[in-house]
């Protein structure tokens, strides 16, 4: 984190507003990417995003290490998600769409595109490996930023990413093979 980072992150946390406007322009996609992560759904990602700013300005006097501010502001952004996705109620479906997706269950599974197995291939990871590779194959933020937003070291980083694209790989191999 170099000075001038540091000293925004310090007037933010003694209640400068235009220093936390600043962070907010900073930091909303990355907050976005590991809402996003989490939840799957573009709509309540942003309300995430939005809540946990609210949240950090008005509990911003709680860090007192500015270098920690990165780290945590995503951890309050990965509570709020983890809050949204608890409360998900499960929605029926209609009651005209229930027979047709038992008849078209196969076919559609043989039909559904490349991109809709990477994204129930990433849904199927855990949440931190979730939201480091939305952070540096989406987002594509780099490793430093990405260890500051989530608080961990590059050698953990670098193992979660590494098991992350393994599973990925191990689990988009039927569908890669169909497509070519």
């Known amino acids: 984190m170099d000075s001038n980072e540091h000293a925004i992150h310090r007037a933010a946390i003694q209640g400068d507003r235009e220093a936390f406007e600043m962070i907010i322009h900073s930091f909303s996609r990355s907050l976005f990417a590991i809402a996003y992560g989490i939840l799957q759904n573009r709509e309540e990602a942003e309300d995430v995003v939005q809540d946990s700013f609210v949240k950090a300005w008005k509990s911003r006097w709680r860090v007192r290490d500015p270098e920690k501010f990165p780290a945590w502001l995503s951890t309050i952004a990965r509570h709020?998600?983890?809050?949204?996705?608890?409360?998900?109620?499960?929605?029926?479906?209609?009651?005209?769409?229930?027979?047709?997706?038992?008849?078209?269950?196969?076919?559609?599974?043989?039909?559904?595109?490349?991109?809709?197995?990477?994204?129930?291939?990433?849904?199927?990871?855990?949440?931190?490996?979730?939201?480091?590779?939305?952070?540096?194959?989406?987002?594509?933020?780099?490793?430093?930023?990405?260890?500051?937003?989530?608080?961990?070291?590059?050698?953990?980083?670098?193992g979660i990413l590494g098991r992350a694209l393994g599973v990925m790989r191990k689990r988009l191999k039927p569908a890669l093979a169909s497509a070519t």
């Open 80 to 158: 709020r998600a983890r809050d949204v996705a608890r409360r998900r109620r499960p929605e029926p479906l209609p009651h005209d769409l229930e027979s047709t997706e038992l008849v078209d269950s196969s076919s559609e599974k043989e039909t559904a595109d490349l991109d809709g197995e990477v994204h129930a291939a990433l849904a199927q990871l855990p949440e931190l490996h979730r939201v480091a590779l939305t952070l540096r194959y989406f987002e594509e933020l780099d490793y430093a930023t990405i260890e500051r937003t989530l608080g961990v070291t590059n050698g953990a980083l670098r």
